[in-house]
């Protein structure tokens, strides 16, 4: 876009290794990116099967596509693709200090070179999800992390994940031959325990976990390490003048999977909140689309993840209780497609609404339908702007004039496929009167889109 960029990395290239899951749909958008030479192949490891064991029942095996990677490595390439890129990179690193200025930030960097000033217009903050100014989405939860070798592995890699009582396990192997095994557990139990006792307790949820009883016969490579993973999200995720991405913005729960894709998605919607603020766009647009996105992912997240651990909870401990508390009821939408009905009708709950929403590398207001069922503003589906195609089909209300009136706007498999997208989601439904009005939807004043969202 265009922006001299300067990176403060804290971290030198010297870092423990840290196992990660990257599923290959992430792998490939990273390549997409000019990312993709940070998986060297001799430090990644294709997994193609997930065993799973829930309870007191049988492990189950399904398939996968996940690559693993060793964090320890895969983070720093992306520091040195940066710096080939042109960004100015300062590693090790420390912002010591941050003022905000007419302009935008005055900063006071630690390097090894002694203390540097750096004048900023816009700053971005990815310090992860430890940093202050962020709140936890339900109850918290401690990672003990640990890396071991001589456990006999399955022949084909796979990932292994298992609900103890009061945790749950994760495992996985490197492309090194070592198996990182992760235990996530209630922060108080852990809280105040020396690295003796942690490693105790570590030790002996292993033993009660029958994917993982083959560590008993294996040797700890590294110290059990705590790690936060609990689920929380920024207070203040964008302002005029700054953005917070990744995990400082929402860190997910561990056991959604989704932590990278989130990392990723984030990382690209900032840069483009960015550059509309920087290039004089429309900055009140841009940060309402932000909180509105971050607010909506946070709220589905907290909603899946609690119905995820209601139904694959090991029992009532307070570990699953707390977790399954979070779970609301809400109106689910079918998967797959349903038969088209011969005529439809737009629904009554469906309106349009003046709703700020990502057209190329920058935030633009335009219309957006929003209805009971879709949770959030929407502005386009199957590639389409909605609101174009609806008020297209005024007076219509057969289904083959319909598709045959989209015919001019979009080739017949798309038409097909937003017709039942919006067939399943309500927007259109059926129709078994004989009257003739237009298919036409409410339009609310653009005050009705603002979004006034604060975490609560």
Known sequence: MGFHTCLIEARGPLRPVVGEALPVTTLRLLHQLGFGSAVAERDALRCDEIVQRWGDGDATARSTSVVMVDRGRFDPALVDIAAETGVDVMCPARLRRRDETPEGWDLEVETGAGIVRVAARFLVDARGRRAAGSRPLGATTVALC????????????????????????????????????????????????????????????????????????????????????????????????????????????????????????????GSVVANTILSGGDREAAVEFYRHATHAIATRHRETSAAFYAETGSGASPFWHERVGARRTSAGIEPGRRTLPSRVRLSPDAHLVDHPAIEGDVVRRRSALIHPRLGEPTAFAEGIALSGAITSIEHVYRVPDILARWGSMMPEATARALLNWLVRHDVLIDDDSSSTGPVMPTVRPPSASRASWRPD
């Open 146 to 269: 640990a890396r071991w070798r001589g456990v006999a592995l399955a022949e084909q890699p796979q990932m292994r994940i298992e609900a103890a009582d009061d945790a749950w396990l994760w495992g996985a192997p490197l492309a090194d031959g070592s198996l990182v095994v992760q235990v996530f557990q209630r922060t108080a139990d852990c809280t105040g325990l020396s690295p003796a006792s942690r490693e105790a307790r570590y030790r002996a949820i292993l033993r009660g976990a029958k994917l993982f009883s083959g560590c008993d016969a294996g040797v700890l490579v590294d110290p059990v390490r705590a790690r936060d993973a609990s689920c929380r999200v920024g207070i203040e995720p964008v302002t005029r003048n700054m953005i917070r991405i990744g995990d400082r913005c929402l860190a997910m729960d561990p056991l959604s999977s989704q932590g990278v894709q989130s990392a990723v998605r984030s990382a690209l919607q």
